[in-house]
């Protein structure tokens, strides 16, 4: 099982008894996080801006990339890695970083809402804006918070004009006065998101998790997952073969790459299989992109 890694090789040993298979189909659902080259390169752009001292005109960071190419996973990991801490002196709780998700249909009070939640504050019926805005830079400032994520940053396109000012002024005020960076993500459509207000949208440097095509790095992207799948046997996902069969039954996100592959490797435990292959994956069940829209079409 050289094909494996020792976690995945570790995992197959101690699999014995009735349930091996449903342990592995477990297994296979624990979507793994891989850090590849272009993740990378964000990752490393992401901690130059954590690490960036404070000023008077933050640094911030734009990612874009399409739904389920990983963006959220990556916020999610950074977020993790630069976990709150207690001071030892103070006993205060320290949060350099805190992350919230824009609303799906975002106004100021429900921007600030969130804001508030993310830093766990009880938000009261009776509290004003004023007053949850002085609360927000309070808790910010006692937290020593440097970065804030946010996610889904395109839904700010969803609300009127007026508001849409409102909140990039916000975001400019409490980057301004508590000297903090944002690092934002969301679709495509957000790479332009600050267009409206010049001064802000040049403080944004981009960043995009580009869509997978055949290369050097797919090929190490699927040697990485099937080092990863509960397979005895090696499935040979690196060569020409598998990788144009993947590049076109998906939507060549990293997500839509991985549920071809687990779905396959469920299919291939269920019927006692070893290995993948294009017939098993033919035959387990994932709908491609092109099957989903001819579904689409025979409703219409």
């Known amino acids: 099982m050289e094909h494996l890694d020792q976690r995945t090789i570790k995992f197959l040993e101690n699999c014995k008894g009735p349930d091996a298979k449903e342990k592995k189909i477990s297994f296979v659902r624990e979507t793994p996080w891989i850090m590849h080259r272009e993740v990378e390169k964000v990752w490393a752009k992401m901690e130059e801006i954590f690490e960036h001292p404070r000023s008077h005109r933050m640094r911030d960071l734009n990612i874009v990339a399409r739904s389920n190419n990983g963006k959220t996973t990556l916020l999610r990991r950074f977020a993790k890695a630069h976990l709150a801490t207690l001071d030892e002196h103070s006993g205060q709780l320290m949060a350099p970083v805190i992350a919230t998700v824009m609303p799906h249909d975002p106004t100021e009070t429900l921007f600030i809402n969130a804001l508030l939640n993310s830093v766990q504050l009880t938000i009261k019926r009776t509290d004003t804006f004023a007053s949850k805005l002085e609360q927000l830079y309070h808790s910010l400032e006692r937290i020593d918070c440097k970065v804030i994520l946010i996610d889904e940053i395109q839904h700010i396109a969803a609300g009127t004009s007026r508001e849409q000012h409102l909140m990039v002024n916000m975001m400019k005020n409490i ?68 990788i144009r069969y993947v590049l076109t039954n998906t939507d060549r996100t990293i997500g839509n790459m991985y549920e071809l592959l687990s779905d396959a490797t469920v299919y291939a435990i269920k019927n006692n299989q070893h290995k993948l292959t294009i017939s098993l994956m033919d035959k387990c069940g994932h709908m491609s992109p092109q099957k989903i829209e001819a579904e689409k079409r025979k409703i219409i």
Do not use: Y
């Open 175 to 242: 980057s301004s006065i508590l000297q903090v960076s944002f690092i934002v993500a969301g679709a495509p459509s957000a790479l332009n998101i600050f267009s409206f207000d010049d001064q802000f949208k040049n403080r944004f440097l981009p960043a995009v998790i580009p869509t997978w095509s055949e290369g050097e790095e797919l090929e190490s992207l699927l040697a990485s997952f099937e080092a990863l799948l509960p397979l005895e046997e090696p499935s040979d996902l690196a060569s020409d073969e598998m």
